[in-house]
């Protein structure tokens, strides 16, 4: 029986619990002891809460760094952003991520976006594995490419960052007694590399990995959330999945009341007591997460921030998606799904946004369906539990 820390560090939502959950429950099954470290613990206490795993606060930077472009463009600047400025301040948190293993007499390190932790784990002598999606699991080369590439950079911008943040966290391996890293991308990686997502969807475009790394295909959780209610109206059914913090959010709702559609909308502040931003019988709004299997399944195209749960269930329902990034991980990942033919980027468009003609082309047009539903027929058979008994097999061996 080995014991395992699973960490997370960087990131928001519920995504990174979630996939974790999971892990943690199939190392459990094989008599390991776990224990989570979680950068939001009262966002997981829902998911978490009868699944009678200890959980612990993930060290965080509290503070404004100054001197560090913002918005960051590139992985190592988010690091620069966050402590890794200083030797002395990025070693602070260090010091709390080994006492976590320390506590938990971990064995194993496993990361979701928790790059901390494994420049923690190496401190310890410990092997780290790494899950996520290609975003915070970038190319492994000097410098990492910077995600903002729709924008010019200054010359050398990419490669002061990346030299910036490796000296502190070879600073830091120094005290501990342990040699520098190779390159910063192993902070992303770390023994075992369980990128989630397949080759279309993968943020930086990579297409294959370097030899031994393979695509475990994102994550499809089982299904959940209140069953889909449409609006009694007649038209094409869409499932727009929107947040009011969005600038467009009332703009597309109003295209798509125009448009004629059947729309169901799920925007969590109107669970907060929110009042609609568009009023029509077309429009039914769910206060509650909806279930996104029978909600896809049933819907002819899907509106979306470009989401991981959302979108990957949309594509493997193949249907085409109208997608509105709220930031530069939902931008890559919305380009992806452009370049398959299954959906629009807005955020790519002219503004004010041609929703008219955006929706137009998605429904009347059976270019983006069509490309959909070839994506489905791929990766048909996806299996949530298959994909985690693999990701756990890896795991495991690392305790061996």
């Not at 999971?22 to 099954?29: F, N, R, S, T």
């Not at 060290?59 to 590139?74: C, E, F, M, N, R």
């Not at 490419?145 to 000296?167: D, V, Y």
């Not at 539903?373 to 996806?382: I, K, L, M, V």
């Amino acid at each position: 029986m080995a014991s395992f820390l699973l960490g997370w560090e960087y990131g928001g939502g519920l995504g990174h619990a979630a996939r974790l959950l999971p892990l943690a429950q199939g190392l459990l099954a094989q008599g390991h002891r776990v224990t989570l470290m979680l950068r939001d613990l009262a966002l997981t206490d829902g998911l978490l809460r009868d699944s009678g795993l200890e959980r612990l606060q993930t060290p965080l930077w509290l503070h404004k760094t100054q001197g560090v472009p913002d918005p960051q463009a590139s992985i190592a600047e988010i690091l620069l952003a966050t402590g890794y400025l200083r030797a002395n301040d990025l070693a602070g948190q260090v010091q709390g991520w080994r006492s976590a293993l320390r506590l938990t007499r971990a064995d194993v390190f496993v990361s979701d976006y928790a790059p901390t932790g494994v420049l923690a784990a190496r401190a310890e002598g410990l092997p780290s594995a790494v899950v996520g999606i290609g975003f915070y699991m970038p190319p492994e080369v000097a410098p990492m490419p910077p995600f903002r590439n729709w924008e010019p950079l200054p010359t050398g911008r990419i490669e002061h960052a990346e030299r910036a943040a490796k000296a502190s966290a070879d600073a830091v391996l120094a005290r501990a007694g342990k040699p520098p890293l190779t390159q910063l991308s192993e902070l992303f990686h770390g023994e075992a590399s369980l990128m989630c997502s397949w080759p279309e969807l993968d943020h930086y475009g990579r297409g294959r990995l370097p030899p031994g790394r393979r695509f475990f295909g994102v994550n499809v959780l089982p299904s959940s959330g209140t069953a889909p209610q449409w609006p009694g109206v007649d038209g094409p059914k869409v499932f727009a999945y929107l947040k009011a913090g969005h600038p467009d959010h009332a703009d597309v709702l109003r295209a798509l009341v125009a448009r004629g559609c059947n729309v169901l909308c799920y925007l969590p502040e109107i669970g907060a007591g929110m009042p609609p931003p568009v009023v029509s019988p077309r429009i039914a709004y769910s206060g509650l997460p909806v279930d996104l299997d029978p909600a896809c399944e049933q819907a002819d195209l899907v509106v979306c921030h470009a989401g991981a749960a959302t979108l990957v269930q949309a594509l493997l329902a193949g249907k085409p998606l109208l997608l509105l990034p709220m930031q530069a991980e939902q931008f890559l990942i919305s380009q992806r799904v452009r370049e398959t033919g299954a959906g629009i980027n807005a955020a790519a468009q002219r503004r004010p946004v041609p929703f008219a003609a955006l929706l137009a082309e998605l429904l009347d047009k059976p270019e983006a369906r069509l490309a959909a539903q070839a994506f489905a027929a791929r990766y048909a058979g996806t299996s949530h539990e298959a994909q985690t008994e693999a990701l756990v097999a890896e795991i495991a061996a690392l305790a061996r």
